[in-house]
């Protein structure tokens, strides 16, 4: 099981931090610009679980030829069935570089940008 993964579903959200690279780099499903650099990006994937209900990982597509794992999850937001992918690259030392987010179906990725959004501009 990738660490990330074991991290969220142990509900240790806070240990996020340690798995990501210095330099890494957030691509969301529903901004236009990545998030750069550990804090940050940290700070933007304990929001995203915090604005999920009934978060699960449902399968891991795993290719370690490149370095790259796939985490597909369901969820809901506000009521709505989301589904998505967390596509994970890691550096040779085991540290994510690059993180992307795509999401499913429009309504409710909508829905979590809209959430998303007022909780950010909150903290």
């Not at 990738?2 to 240990?15: C, Y």
């Not at 550096?91 to 179906?105: G, K, Q, S, W, Y």
Request: aromatic fraction near 12%; charged fraction near 30%; charge should be negative.
């Amino acid at each position: 099981m990738h660490a990330f993964r074991s991290a969220v579903e142990s509900n240790k959200v806070d240990d996020i931090a340690s798995l990501l690279d210095e330099k890494v780099t957030f691509n969301s499903p529903v901004a236009f610009k990545s998030f750069d650099g550990r804090e940050t990006v940290a700070f933007v994937l304990q929001t995203a679980f915090e604005t999920f209900e009934d978060f699960e990982y449902v399968r891991e597509l795993d290719s370690p030829l490149d370095g790259y794992t796939g985490l597909v999850f369901k969820a809901k937001v506000d009521g709505l069935d989301i589904e998505g992918c967390d596509f994970i690259h890691e550096t040779p030392d085991r540290l994510i570089d690059e993180f992307t987010v795509m999401l499913r179906p429009m309504k409710a990725t909508q829905a979590f940008a809209e959430k998303m959004g007022a909780k950010l501009t909150q903290k």
